[in-house]
């Protein structure tokens, strides 16, 4: 391990997809949807080999700070921050950048989601090894992931033609691509250079600065001005500024315009970002009718359902194809190749002003 | 009102397709899964006009007693009597014509099933008064009614050709049928004279002891040896005889056979007999999309479901024609169409001895 490697955990997502298990105190990455840890446990013990919880920040909001605070005690709570608004990642990569580099000027740090799964760590710590490399040498590390199919609901990186997956030397980026829709991923999925774009990064938290003071000036002074991190002033000053930042993504900030982007063409570590509840149902083991059920289930002729329910018995009758989550306050009954549209029944509950479903 | 006219209720089966709302202690008789009161609760009400609830008479099991004295103050206690065995209708109303025979020679007693809904209650009442007058001409009274479709589920009473619907007057009865595969359930409609075998019945007690003693003996005799109902012996000498009386109908053991058995071709009551959640949902007003729903419900895009759950929001999304019922300790989901087979969850869990859900 390297002492001058930090690592940056993005926690602030509401992941309203996983209604009603998911609230704005429980989303997604501090909810056990996959295995018995949450994404966010998971995703500091996947990191620890390489870089330990001492090095770690946490940015999340005010919401779920407590809740993480509480879910990872390895890591020291001055160090999990809770932004005082949403500005998207170009201000809350930068407000890490900052402190790091105050403390270190040789900090090398990695930007991690908090709610991803990776199910072969150790191909993964292999690109995590290389991306710091990178980042070490000078370069804006992002991270492609060899695609498996035409999803749409990734961004692309595009490398040069003849690109083979697996290596772990930067190479340069052609481009950054937004969403396809579905003839277009098909078409990035045969010409064989595009890849799935992961949202990991690695850099130097100097050249992240230098590179954030040439595209994204009002931003970089802003955060140039907040007193040291340690000070009484720092939660006030930052309550106040945070909010004059840009609101706008690392990846359209700094990546599509920077010179000094290098990316990894990385193989299978088995990625996954659990984008909704289909997601999940993909992810965990089926029975032999392609349920995925509580163990307290009875089920008639019912296939390919996947039921989250804690406390209670689930009989199934004839159905197909269907996503079930129950709580206390709440029951989604939805199609399962829905899942995406969850968040719209969460968008309705806003309308409404249910805010004890939120 | 006359004073000689007494009703049973027959309010001993366990309704197990309306699970899991319907357990042994909360069969469907005793459940509000139409309007606000129970369908026991409603039965009584509905007869009250004709017959007090002071000359009502209950014969259920010893799951469901207590709850039932719970939900109808108005009824003696001493008049629900818990069957020790199950042993089917002939006995429980061979039972119920003795201690009122007993009780008043002349008497004339109704026999409604529990679980009924009839929407029509005026309409009703007058087949009611019906069938007390034939009974107390010294009729085995029957009740038809006319059918609106080709119901495979119910068993048919045959009446002579042409015989039209809404008369009130005693009509010969050319057979009974069971209950009839489709293509025959389409020819008793397409013929007219088939009406629906609605289970109520009216007769003298001392008329039905009497064809139950040329029937069906030993059942006649075991219950002419009970000592009165308000003896300290009836109860433990019930338990003790009352397994031993034949298990059979009433239509298998005496109707089927007596040739003083008449009947009333009754015209639409809006009778239904609520035979499971899917009958429910056809009974319920849907909302614009077909929908039955508790008031807290959010739906996207989802059709023609019934969903009962107490105290918690429901969120539909891209999902037809289901049943969703949720419970503190179970939830099913099952397909509209095939709610007739919810029983063959009970049967499931009753293998599994899961004694915690029935």
Known sequence: MNRHHYGLILAGGRGTRFWPRSRKRSAKQVLNVVG?????????????????????????????????VRQLPEIPPSQVLAEPAQRNTAPAIGLAAHILHAADPDAVMGVFPADHVISKPSVYRAVLRAGLKGAAAGHLMVVGIQPRWPETGYGYIEFPRGTAPGGIAPLVVKRFHEKPVLAKARRYLAAGNYYWNSGMFFWRAGVLLDQLRLHLPKTATILAALPPVASTRFASQLAHSFPLCDNISIDYAVL?????????????????????????YELLGRDSSGNVLPRDSFVLDAHNNFVDARGKAIALLGVDDLIVVDTSDALLVARRDRAQEVGDIVKALEKANRHDLL
Request: glycine fraction near 6%.
């Open 36 to 68: 018995e840890r949450s994404l966010i446990q998971a995703t500091v013990e996947r990191l620890a080999p390489v870089i330990p919880p001492e090095r770690l920040w946490i940015l999340t909001n005010h919401h779920l700070r407590d809740e993480i």
């Open 256 to 280: 599509e315009k920077a010179s000094i982007v290098r990316g990894i063409a990385a193989g299978d570590f088995g990625w996954n970002d659990v984008g909704s509840w289909n997601a999940v």
